[in-house]
Nanobody, 128 residues
Framework: QVQLVESGGGLVQTGGSLRLYCGAT????????MGWFRQAPGKERTFVAA????????YYSDFSKGRFTISRDNTKNTVYLQMDSLEPEDTAVYYC?????????????????????WGQGTQVTVSS
């Protein structure tokens, strides 16, 4: 199995940017699709974005509004979430997630319900 560790969270002002990192440790040859979720205090955890193993297919939630970009570098076993034009509503704990499935483009829409592994989360706070 893979172990996921997030980093890169912090405090930024409205309109600022952050880049989140998810480091994956796995000695097997599994091909993991990866994604990000977020959860604000008192609210449900919601899907943010996902990417398949090759990085050629991505899938974003509607509220991302084109502001977020997910990417990965398999040579570094790292997945990224670039967040631009941040708003106070983006304040949440952001979680990295993995599924041992190499999705096609259409199949990637199933990632939110196929998650098998979770990271501990990293706090993102956007001030006004």
């Amino acid at each position: 199995q893979v172990q996921l560790v997030e980093s890169g969270g912090g405090l930024v002002q409205t309109g600022g940017s952050l880049r989140l990192y998810c480091g994956a440790t796995d000695r097997s040859n599994a091909m993991y699709s990866m994604g990000w979720f977020r959860q604000a205090p008192g609210k449900e955890r919601t899907f943010v974005a996902a990417i398949n193993w090759s990085g050629l297919s991505t899938y974003y939630s509607d509220f991302s509004k084109g502001r977020f970009t997910i990417s990965r570098d398999n040579t570094k076993n790292t997945v990224y979430l670039q967040m631009d034009s941040l708003e106070p509503e983006d304040t949440a704990v952001y979680y990295c997630a993995a599924a041992a499935i190499d999705y096609s483009y259409s199949g990637l829409r199933n990632f939110p319900s196929d998650v098998q592994l979770w990271g501990q989360g990293t706090q993102v706070t956007v001030s006004s």
